[in-house]
């Protein structure tokens, strides 16, 4: 695949708050796209230490020809947000046929609320961002007790 002069990638990742490292994946995503590493880890985890250590965060990179980079830190994972909520570790074999845990619509009305501060999220009524919540937590088998 042949690169054009003058465009930007784009890298997507999932970095733990507060924890990028040059280490992999980080390191090596960046560094054979010409990035030094330990700028971007230094940065993010600037950006993100107010939030909890070892929340899941993914990041949009845009990494500029001349090896300058921007990067924007988006909320965590629904279904990790959800699976946090419930205190399970890992989501249901059988979504449907089994449940692991129960979140209340106060939990998904708190989590909507994280969603909703996302760009993409912006022009999206709340309450439609909270029944994406619900079937999340149906796909993973946690049960929304009202």
Known sequence: MSKKAGVA??????????KATPSPPVGP???QRGVKSMDFCKQFNDRTKDLVVDTPVPVAISINPDR???????????????KRAAGVAKGAAQPGKETVGSVSLKHIYAIAQIKAKDP???HIELEKICKS??????????????
Do not use: Q, R
């Open 9 to 18: 990638s784009l890298l997507k990742m999932i970095v733990p708050a507060g």
């Open 29 to 31: 995503a960046l560094g």
């Open 120 to 122: 993409v999220m912006a």
């Open 68 to 82: 300058t980079f921007t990067f924007v830190v988006k909320s965590p994972p629904t279904s990790w947000l959800l």
């Open 133 to 146: 919540v619900i079937a999340s937590a149906h796909s993973v088998g946690i049960k929304v007790v009202h």
